[in-house]
């Protein structure tokens, strides 16, 4: 089968691979939908290992790309019970693999595992490509009412603004602003409506605004036209008591501990993607509330456009990329 590989510097290829064959525990899954995620243009731009540089190790050998992947399970392996993944089930990936027995691989959280992780898509093969062999324990069932490009979306971006709104207990008592409105912030602005709050969208792009306030924002900011945190102040948000999370990946930040966070009793949270108890919880989540999740969904490619796909992702500004095999 051909997968997609990412060079660095901006390039990429469509490589042959050997088709998977699953081991013990393990599936195999036809591949519907592989989602493109803001964190592949790390590896996609980066000049040297990307997945090193993200702290998420790996040998930096060729691997496919796609850490949002959702299919069908096409073949089980030995010590795989058919009803843990009977054949033709719509699942998505939990796209993390740990040693399956500590306590964080226990409690769905396998990427908080300290015996060494695989990262689907980034240090271990992942979803770009016609088929994808994961442990049976990553599966993750797609609700019915799910489209499997909606399922890609959750089981990276979609999935991840969840974890941190989950982490925030973002209620209808919360204003809620959303820094940057690409798949992960417009897909905060769509669950933090739906769980209540009321949504300050910010954003240099005018297209993503706009796209946010189709997506049900009560307000947009525009971060190169006005001062972002003067601007979120005046309309009260970012209060004294005030709770915070940190999504995005790379880059670093300073603030003034006391001015900043002790004179404000600020929480502030690091949330890394979720569990695959909450990867679950999220599609339930946006299936049981019909949340318009496809409407995130603006491009579709075929592996054979994977170059002109992330082109166009590395430069354009606004909505989701995703390739069916
Ligand atoms: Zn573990
Ligand atoms: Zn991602």
Redesign the pocket.
């Known amino acids: 089968m051909k997968g997609v590989v990412f060079l660095g510097n901006r390039k990429l290829e469509l490589r042959e691979f050997p088709d998977p064959t699953p081991g013990p525990g393990e599936v195999v899954l036809a591949i519907k939908a592989s989602g493109m995620c803001g964190s592949d243009l790390h590896p996609y731009r980066a000049a040297g290992n990307a997945a090193a540089a993200l702290g998420l190790g790996g040998q930096g050998g060729p691997v496919i790309a796609g850490h949002e992947p959702c299919g069908v399970v096409a073949a089980r392996g030995p010590g795989v019970a058919p009803e843990e993944a009977p054949e033709g089930q719509r699942v998505m990936n939990h796209h993390y693999k740990?040693?399956?027995?500590?306590?964080?691989?226990?409690a769905g959280w396998?990427q908080?595992?300290?015996?060494g992780?695989v990262v689907y898509g980034m240090t271990g093969h992942g979803g770009h490509a016609s088929h994808m062999k994961v442990p049976a324990r990553t599966l993750v069932p797609l609700p019915d009412e799910l489209s499997f490009e909606e399922g890609a979306a959750i089981s990276c971006g979609t999935g991840t603004a969840y974890g941190a709104l989950k982490r925030l207990d973002v209620s209808g008592r919360d204003t809620l602003a959303v820094f940057g409105q690409g798949p992960v912030g417009l897909s905060a602005t769509l669950l933090g409506k739906a769980m209540g709050a009321r949504v300050i969208a910010v954003d240099i792009a005018p297209e993503r605004l706009k796209l946010a306030t189709e997506f049900g924002a009560d307000a947009t900011v525009n971060a190169k036209a006005v001062d972002p945190v003067k601007a979120i102040r005046d309309v009260r948000c970012a209060a004294t008591w005030g709770r915070v999370a940190f999504v995005g990946e790379g880059n670093t930040t300073t603030f003034d501990i006391s001015q900043d966070m002790i004179r404000r009793q600020l929480t502030i949270h690091a949330s890394w993607t979720f569990s695959s108890v909450g990867q679950g919880e999220c599609a339930r989540f946006i299936a049981d509330r019909r949340i318009p999740l496809a409407k995130l969904i603006t491009h579709r490619f075929t592996l054979e456009q994977a170059d002109e796909a992330y082109r166009l992702f590395d430069t354009q500004t606004t909505g989701k990329g995703v390739f069916a095999p």
Do not use: A, F, T
């Not at 740990?98 to 226990?106: N, Q, S, Y």
């Open positions: 740990g040693c399956g027995l500590c306590k964080h691989c226990r396998s908080l595992c300290r015996s992780i």
